[in-house]
């Protein structure tokens, strides 16, 4: 069964730092890049961040450039997201989602096969 469970979501203030993770259960990321997307209520899920299966390659929705960094791990088939400087507007749940090609060139939703459940992440004070 293929599986992408994401975790680390949670209550922070303005300001603070989050790093949630993407673990696959049931096939190796190795050969996948893998994307984070996100969904206010009342929104369309939006790409935030993606990473080629090798990690040499990544993509920042604009709205989170220089705040948030996206690596793997492959020996753990594990991908993060690092978010710092966190604002009320990054309030949503972040999904993790598999690409099935080796690079990341999108984060339009549509483009990835496998999705996981979601983690909320709420930003407030």
């Known amino acids: 069964q293929l599986q992408l469970v994401e975790s680390g979501g949670g209550l922070v203030q303005p300001g603070g730092s989050l790093r949630l993770s993407c673990a696959a259960n049931?096939?190796?990321?190795?050969?996948?890049?893998i994307g984070w997307f996100r969904q206010a209520p009342g929104k369309e899920r939006e790409g935030v961040s993606c990473i080629s299966s090798s990690g040499g390659s990544t993509n920042f929705a604009d709205s989170v450039k220089g705040r948030f960094t996206i690596s793997r791990d492959n020996a753990k088939n594990t991908v993060y997201l690092q978010m710092n400087s966190l604002k009320p507007e990054d309030t949503a749940v972040y999904f993790c989602a598999r690409r099935r090609y080796e690079l990341c060139t999108t984060l339009i939703p549509g483009e990835y096969d496998y999705w996981g459940q979601g983690t909320q992440v709420t930003v407030s004070s």
């Open positions: 049931g096939f190796t990321l190795d050969y996948y890049a």
